[in-house]
Structures are given as C-alpha cells and as structure tokens.
C-alpha cells in the first residue's frame, strides 16, 4: 500500500505554498519504504518490510524538522465503510463519497483517492476521488473497492 506525504514551505512574507512536486523525496530506511521523487507521484511512500523509515523532503536546502516517521506494519484490510451510507440528491446533482478502510491491527486509513469506485452508471457515475455525478432518477450501490475488500453506500437520486 502506498500513502502520500505532502510538503508546505513557509515563505518569509508568512505565506504558504505547497513544494510537494519540487521537494527531493527520501526515505531513511529503503529496506522498510521507497519514496518516488517521479513526476505525477512526487512524496508517494510505498511500504517494502515492516519497520519505521524518516520521510524527509528537501527543497532549497530546507529540510523538514523533524522528519516525518512512516510506520509500515503487516496489517491486512478487513473492511471499508463509504460514507455518506444513504444519500438522497436530485438529479444534475453531485456528491462527494468519502471511503475509510480498516485494517487489521484496527487502524483507519483513508483510501477515497485509492479505491476503485464503481456505480450503476445510468444513474450516477464515479470519478476516482468519489465524486459522485447523478445523471437520472433511480437508485445506485456505490461501492469502494481495495485490496478484494468492498464497502458500500445506496445512492437514491430523484
């Protein structure tokens, strides 16, 4: 599984402004996490073994301090709840669904941007950050699914 760290610079004028795709991306243990210093998946951290790894991000010869821990743990998933459970929206309407696995070891990860979500697409139809798009009257199972595991919310559109 992989997760996605983000790096924020703080300017001198006390503004901000996201340096995620400009950062150098390390990992303090490559036995236990790789992260992608790729375009398009710059800060992406994808566990190898279990253990804790530093995530730093380096731009402009700032570093991030303290480093950021990464936990990587041999959790399974056993379940994922999408929320909201029963929505009831009008037609040209759209909504965002929100999909949170839990694992194992009974942590909570939220997976919205990693599930694959599907629908009845005469009446709605997904995109991959669950936004939902109703396109006619009717009900939908919207379902998350990740790792063989699916959870689901029922959609009534009116």
């Known amino acids: 599984m992989s997760t996605q760290f983000t790096a924020v610079g703080t300017f001198s004028d006390g503004s ?6 400009y950062a150098t991306w390390a990992a303090g243990s490559s036995s236990v996490a790789t992260i992608t210093d790729l375009p398009g998946v710059p800060g992406q951290a994808t566990g190898v073994s ?20 990464l936990t990587v743990t041999n959790a399974t998933i056993t379940s994922i709840a999408v929320t909201p459970p029963n929505p009831v929206v009008t037609t040209g309407n759209q909504l965002t669904f929100k999909a949170v696995g839990t694992f194992s070891d009974g942590s909570q990860i ?5 599930v694959n979500w599907s629908s009845n697409v005469t009446v709605a139809t997904m995109s991959t950050t669950g936004v939902c798009s109703t396109a006619a009257a ?19 559109v009116n």
């Open 50 to 69: 279990q253990g804790v790894a530093d995530v730093t991000a380096v731009f402009a010869g700032m570093v991030n301090t303290p480093a950021s821990a």
């Open 16 to 21: 901000t402004q996201s340096l995620t795709a």
């Open 138 to 156: 009717g009900t939908s199972v919207i379902t998350a699914t990740f790792g063989g595991v699916s959870g689901t919310a029922n959609l009534t």
């Open 110 to 114: 939220d997976l919205t941007s990693q």
